[in-house]
């Protein structure tokens, strides 16, 4: 049994290295075949298969008073529970071997040491630990990742190993959250709009919650500015257009903003507690269904409340030295690992990145098919200026252009090792969503599914006063948006990851001749 099973890590850890997955530990070319390696790489897979299935369970209503739990299917909270079963046997049975000297066991201890250093940067400044001689310097700083993928690596590192309570942790990475939205969100819009606001509004004459925000948000900037002075760091002086609308313009914005991403760090917490230490919340109704669902989260997970964790960062305090150290690393990592922003304005760091809170979408279709028609004898071919041809619209950012057609098609040298040509489609979709897409193809009524070189086709969610479908406008009847059949068909597949899934079933079960690097 022990035989089969590492047989089975063994294939896994190879299957890692194929494809490329980044690991934090160097792996040679060659590793022994008994010996399993990128253990962390696992560790983050399951914060990103949980934050891919908390994305599809936005804008679902759960049962009245119950968490998003109840919505999900029990096939995907199975395969939650099996992957961070995996997870943690692999780590475990890769560390048995040579009584734990073994890649696996140095993985995890310094995968255990480094986040623990990121979690109290501050008592490690100007240290030596086992594995780092300045860790101040070499580890990233904390609010430049995921705090909830950090969270998952240290479910399977840092916890174990140092014996934490799986709650205090989860309250740390909530408030690295907070800190890490208002931290970017304040140097990442025009300093004299976020200043003004800082240190000239009254907060007397504030509601208690904007006060206790505004507060929460000047601590955060003088501890920013203090240390932006010290090592010299420039705040960024362009202009992020996101801000620069109704609705974020303002405290109240800003406090529902900042909430918005509150939640969702909670939402995904939630399915990770389930997943990884069986915690059933669907037993539990809330005594307060009536509430917002963030504050019935936080109840239900035994958190503070959103404005407790606001109020928490107070002068002095031992949080107030925890959210320095954070920022202080940060500050420092900026200024002597300068990113693409420092030269071109237009960028932002990789660590501003910060994942959408909003409800995923595909863009919205008219409901007659023929504004599409119309729409298509409007736009012009962005290479030739001419009429298009074979007009396909992008169903992620709305774009329209010519596909299969020779006026945009150009020479690709970097697929497969030789030369081709490539239509607009696939051009397209590497500036996208590099390397997958969905397009509705106006002319021929059908969508197009793309990832990488390989494609597949199916009827377009319009459909005629009988309800049937018009593949290729053959029937000459008007059309009309099935809204329900656009978001089963396409937004739940795209959400839960199956374009590939539906491209190979429809690869194996018809004869396809390719040529999909064409559109």
């Not at 917002?292 to 949080?319: Q, W, Y």
């Not at 009827?459 to 406008?473: H, M, R, T």
């Amino acid at each position: 049994m022990m035989r089969e099973l590492v047989s089975a890590y063994r294939r896994l850890r190879d299957t890692l290295r194929k494809n490329g997955i980044i690991s934090h530990h160097d792996l040679p070319e060659t590793v022994r075949d008994d010996e399993l390696a990128c253990s962390d790489a696992l560790a983050r897979s399951v914060g990103f298969s949980i934050a891919a299935i908390e994305i599809q369970q936005r804008g679902v209503e759960a049962d009245y008073g119950m968490t998003l739990l109840e919505k999900i299917p029990e096939q995907v909270l199975t395969h939650l529970r099996i992957l961070t079963e995996t997870v943690t046997t692999f780590i475990t049975v890769g560390g048995l071997r040579e009584a734990g000297d073994n890649r696996i066991d140095t993985e995890f201890r310094r995968d255990s040491e480094r986040q623990h250093c990121q979690l109290f940067i501050a008592q490690y400044k100007g240290a030596e630990t086992d594995n780092a001689r300045q860790p101040f310097q070499e580890y990233p700083p904390l609010l430049s990742q995921d705090p909830f993928v950090f969270l998952c690596e240290c479910v399977f590192g840092v916890i174990p190993a140092q014996k934490f309570e799986i709650a205090h942790i989860v309250r740390l990475c909530y408030l690295a959250e907070i800190i890490k939205v208002v931290y970017h969100m304040g140097r990442n819009m025009p300093a004299t709009m976020w200043l003004s606001k800082i240190f000239s509004d009254r907060k007397d004459e504030m509601s208690p919650e904007l006060a206790n925000f505004a507060s929460f948000c000047e601590t955060v900037v003088r501890m920013d500015l203090g240390f932006s002075e010290s090592y010299r760091v420039q705040g960024s002086d362009g202009e992020n257009k996101a801000f620069d609308q109704p609705g974020l313009d303002s405290w109240e914005g800003w406090y529902r903003f900042i909430r918005n991403y509150a939640l969702t760090f909670l939402r995904k917490c939630a399915i990770l507690l389930y997943a990884r230490y069986n915690v059933d919340f669907n037993s539990r109704v809330s005594p307060n269904p009536e509430q917002k669902e963030l504050e019935r989260l936080t109840e239900t997970l035994k958190l503070p409340s959103f404005d407790a964790m606001l109020a928490s960062l107070t002068p002095n305090s031992g949080i107030s030295q925890l959210v320095s150290g954070w920022i202080e690393h940060q500050t420092s990592w900026d200024a002597e690992h300068p990113t693409l922003a420092a030269d071109n304005k237009t960028l932002l760091p990789p660590s501003a990145v910060l994942s959408h809170p909003g409800i995923f979408e595909l863009v919205g279709l008219p409901k007659n098919y023929a504004t599409l028609i119309e729409e298509c004898t409007r736009r012009k071919c962005p290479t030739k200026g001419k009429d298009i041809s074979d007009p396909m619209l992008c169903l992620f950012c709305g774009d329209l252009f010519c596909g299969q057609s020779i006026c945009c098609a150009v020479e690709d040298r970097e697929v497969r090792g030789k030369t081709m040509r490539i239509g607009g489609c696939q051009q397209h979709m590497r500036k996208c969503q590099k390397n997958v897409g969905l397009f509705l193809n106006i002319r021929r009524c059908c969508i197009f599914y793309l990832h990488r070189l390989s494609g597949s086709f199916s009827n377009a969610p319009y459909i005629d006063k009988y309800g049937e479908v018009d593949l290729g406008l053959r029937h000459g009847r008007l059309l009309y948006l099935h809204q329900k059949r656009y978001d089963s068909m396409l937004r739940n597949l795209w959400l839960s990851h199956g374009v590939q899934s539906f491209i190979s079933r429809k690869l194996e079960g018809d004869i396809n001749n390719g040529g999909w690097e064409t559109l």
